[in-house]
């Protein structure tokens, strides 16, 4: 039985059919903002170069030669850029690469007030001076990895053009720091993002991935992949996806589990979007391999791999079909096991996407054994992850088979899920009360309700839902209220009848006796003997 009007609003955003015909899509935007929230801390946006990969020291010969550092005022720096000595040229705009490479404080808004930044943009074009593009490149890395601001006074000092030139210079330590300059503008945001595809970054950038590519510059390569593949409002162009997937797919296969990392971060992000998105990563054939990711220890790639998937089951039943069949049902136990929260939340947030199915995926789920370690989770989870845990036995309770939710119930998910009646968030009691309701709906189909009041009784869940009928939220009072009317208020009337027939003094009882007597009513079964 439907509980709330309002709560109905996030089953909107949910696939289940059960809720909503017309919304197939299982994704739940409250829950994917936060999820997002705690993603952002895993995969870095923009990065500082405060170390080269590639660096040579020959590249630096002002630097090298002189076995001390050059100290410059940024009104020395500023003259010396601006002035047309390229030996002072190089000091200078290494002493601005030093400056803003510092671990703390870089004076980014210093530099830019200077005014120099078209001067080291020009600098980026000096192809007969490697060594004054590198320090103009990396100093211009580094601002960029700053704010918005920072990074919009890059982009306005006609940056992205000289950078993607860069992609194809003969230098390798120089086309490195172009790559890296350009993810930290693509991690901008979209605005940027799309600024740097329209100018055909996209070519050049994966023309750089090879077998002979060293593993550092290959690092950087795919994180500017994945900030290329980031943002939403708007997604970037399928044009763009099309470009990029196939090399994603290959950088899945590497060795090294930070370009793992970043390849699956940025399917992710490829996949968390409208269903024909969805289907262009499944059209790879990469499902298996996600899966296959999500069973690695280390958590950098586990991660991502399961943010992937669970973005691959909001989507179609075919599509979420799709991630059964490269075995994600056999990979969630032990993620719903896991000892880091957050992966528990997650599986559990995929597994109640896989519950909002019909009742066919929903078996496949019981025969891969996914009910006690739901159960468990239910039981003894984190709270964020308990919630995810809610969902996936309210979805599971809407699509499932009379057959399933009792195979269900039979698994011990009744207790654990009355228990968190006692939960501070009003959303997860209302799910909660929706699902005890749809459990009473299939006793009702089998002729079983007295047997469910009965146990809803023995785990004190009676006196807990009676407990909501004082919650200050009015849509729980009004779903408590439904469900004992419905299916408890029965012996309360039998409860007087008999006490009318057997005891003619009754009616001299007074408000508060007869109040007493309604109570201790409520609770004790064993009187319909």
Aim: proline share 5%; hydrophobic share 45%.
């Amino acid at each position: 039985m439907p509980v709330v009007n309002e709560h109905s609003e996030r089953m909107r955003k949910f696939k289940n059919k059960g809720k909503d015909a017309a919304a197939l899509r299982r994704q739940r935007v409250e829950v994917n903002i936060e999820l997002r929230k705690a993603k952002k801390d895993e995969q870095i946006l923009k990065r500082r170069s405060i170390s080269f990969s590639l660096m040579d020291e020959s590249i630096s010969p002002v630097e090298d030669k002189r076995n001390e550092i050059i100290q410059l005022s940024l009104e020395e720096i500023a003259e010396a850029v601006n002035g047309s000595n390229t030996e002072l040229q190089l000091q200078a705009t290494q002493a601005t690469r030093r400056m803003l490479s510092r671990q703390k404080d870089p004076p980014i808004n210093q530099i830019i007030e200077l005014g120099i930044i078209p001067r080291l943009v020009e600098f980026l074009t000096h192809a007969d001076n490697a060594p004054l593009q590198f320090e103009a490149a990396w100093a211009l890395t580094n601002i960029a990895s700053g704010t918005s601001d920072h990074t919009r006074a890059v982009v306005e000092g006609g940056a992205i053009p000289a950078f993607i030139s860069l992609l194809s210079s003969p230098h390798m330590h120089i086309s490195e720091q172009a790559v890296w300059a350009l993810g930290n503008v693509a991690g901008d945001g979209p605005l940027y993002r799309d600024a740097l595809i329209n100018c055909n970054v996209i070519p050049p950038l994966l023309a750089l991935v090879s077998p002979v590519t060293p593993v550092g510059f290959l690092r950087n390569i795919t994180w500017t992949l994945s900030n290329l593949c980031r943002n939403k409002n708007p997604y970037p162009c399928l044009d763009a996806v099309k470009k990029m997937l196939p090399v994603l797919t290959c950088l899945m296969e590497h060795e090294d589990k930070e370009i793992i990392s970043d390849s699956c971060w940025a399917v992710s992000y490829l996949t968390d979007g409208s269903n024909d998105r969805i289907q262009i990563v499944v059209d790879t054939g990469i499902l298996p391999r996600l899966v296959g990711l999500m069973a690695s220890p280390e958590l950098i790639v586990m991660t991502p791999a399961l943010r992937a998937i669970g973005n691959v089951v909001t989507g179609t039943d075919e599509q979420t079909q799709a991630a059964i069949d490269a075995g994600v049902l056999a990979v969630l136990p032990s993620l719903l096991r896991h000892a880091k929260p957050t992966i528990q939340k997650e599986a559990a947030w995929t597994l109640s996407n896989i519950a909002a199915g019909p009742c066919r995926q929903i078996q496949q789920l019981i025969t891969c054994g996914l009910l006690p370690p739901l159960v468990e989770l239910l039981d003894k989870g984190d709270f964020k992850a308990q919630k995810e845990a809610v969902w996936a036995v309210a979805n599971f309770t809407t699509g499932g088979t009379v057959e399933q939710v009792v195979e269900l119930v039979q698994s011990g998910v009744l207790k654990p899920l009355l228990n968190l009646l006692l939960a501070k968030d009003s959303k997860t009691i209302l799910v909660i009360l929706d699902t005890i309701s749809n459990l009473f709906l299939a006793a009702e189909k089998l002729g079983e309700t007295e047997k469910l009041c009965l146990l809803v009784e023995e785990f004190d869940g009676l006196e807990k839902i009676e407990a909501l009928q004082t919650h200050e939220n009015n849509m729980v009072y009004q779903a408590a209220l439904n469900i004992i009317e419905k299916y408890f208020s029965g012996e309360v009337c039998e409860l007087l009848l008999f006490l009318l027939c057997k005891h003619e003094a009754i009616t001299h009882w007074n408000e508060a006796q007869t109040l007493r007597v309604l109570k201790q009513a409520i609770g004790r079964r064993p009187l319909h003997d």
